[in-house]
């Protein structure tokens, strides 16, 4: 089974800043893939960034980046140059090679500060 | 393109009532989901569909049925509500199975049952 672990329950940063969000992991499956959705106020739930166990790279997607440690189990989600519509709830996914669903953490509230 | 439509958005419940929560994708996915999202809990998958024809229980299965009617849709019956069903309901699709695929969410139906 996959556990996901967000410890951060809220955040605050300042506009422009850059923000980390911390994610762990525990799985046993060799090949899994690690994912960040973002849920603003209004409910959502956007997909925003993937990373694949056996990526070699760190996965960036505009202002989004995945700093991937396989050894450590980590997949902190860093935000470069935030923006006031960063503001919102922040879950780190996981989902096993066997494996149908994801396994969500508990969720990080940003709020962005002007 | 729609994406992945819920029905109702909105709905209270008394106890012991029934409904069912409609899910809709355009995307010709294979799979498809059904999470209910708590408080700190981030999302549980409660029943999924790999494929047409097929369903399976997820994590929390329990006062729950599912039909996978067609390709596209996907529909999550309570028989018997009950106050520990209050939550957020969010229906999901995926195009095939493996670590990839990334998981589209329809906007979520806010259930509360009194």
């Known amino acids: 089974a996959q556990k996901i672990t967000q410890t951060q329950p809220g955040m605050f940063v300042q506009e422009k800043e850059a923000v980390t969000l911390d994610c762990t992991y525990d799985t046993s499956d060799p090949s899994y893939g690690l994912f960040w959705y973002k849920q603003p106020s209004s409910g959502e739930m956007i997909f925003l960034i993937y990373q694949g166990s056996y990526d070699q790279q760190n996965a960036t997607e505009g202002r989004y980046s995945l700093n991937f440690q396989k050894a450590r189990k980590s997949a902190n989600l860093v935000i470069s140059a935030s923006q006031l519509g960063d503001s919102a709830m922040y879950f780190c996914?996981?989902?096993?090679?066997?494996?149908?669903?994801?396994?969500f953490g508990a969720g990080t509230t940003v709020t962005v500060r002007a | 393109n729609a994406g992945v439509t819920q029905t109702p958005k909105f709905q209270v419940l008394k106890t012991g009532q029934s409904m069912t929560l409609q899910c809709a994708q355009d995307m010709n996915h294979n799979s498809m989901y059904w999470y209910r999202q708590d408080p700190g809990m981030g999302l549980r998958l409660i029943y999924y569909s790999a494929s047409e024809g097929t369903t399976d229980k997820g994590e929390v299965p329990n006062g729950y049925n599912v039909s996978r009617l067609n390709k596209r849709e996907f529909s999550l019956r309570l028989e018997s509500a009950a106050p520990s069903q209050t939550s957020v309901y969010f229906c999901?699709?995926?195009?095939?199975?493996?670590?990839?695929?990334?998981?589209?969410f329809g906007p979520g139906t806010r259930l509360t049952v009194l």
């Open positions: 999901a699709s995926s195009y095939r199975d493996g670590t990839y695929n990334e998981q589209f």
């Open positions: 996914a996981m989902r096993g090679s066997n494996d149908y669903k994801l396994s």
